[in-house]
């Protein structure tokens, strides 16, 4: 099982990314995928998940509004949106996947750095 995180970068406060979770080895549909932060010095904080059947969406209160999940059973492939972007968004991106739980992250992917500064 593979999960690799890309999209991440260094934008001004208030622009927009897209993070991109490139899943090989599971079913997106068939797990939950979770987006899970780690900003300098902090803990991880899980922010976003999408659940395995019918793709109900959740949000930490930090992003809720700004970022959006999203997949792509065909590419097999999760996405997170991030508008509005704030330099307290600043952090390393890993998507996670499990079976049973949204941030469970039985498997995990090498992250994705994202800068929010001017």
């Known amino acids: 099982v593979q999960l690799q995180a890309s999209g991440g970068g260094l934008v001004q406060p208030g622009g927009s990314l897209r993070l991109s979770c490139a899943v090989s080895?599971?079913?997106?549909?068939?797990?939950?995928i979770a987006w899970i932060r780690q900003a300098p010095g902090k803990e991880r904080e899980g922010i976003s998940c999408?659940?395995?059947?019918?793709?109900?969406?959740m949000y930490a209160d930090s992003v809720k509004g700004r970022f959006a999940i999203s997949r792509d059973n065909a590419k097999n492939t999760v996405y997170l949106q991030m508008n509005s972007l704030k330099p307290e968004d600043t952090a390393v991106y890993y998507c996670?996947?499990?079976?049973?739980?949204?941030?469970?992250?039985?498997?995990w992917g090498k992250g994705t750095l994202v800068t929010v500064s001017s």
């Open positions: 999408i659940t395995s059947s019918d793709g109900y969406t």
């Open positions: 996670a996947a499990d079976r049973i739980v949204c941030y469970g992250a039985e498997y």
């Open positions: 080895g599971l079913a997106v549909d068939a797990y939950y």
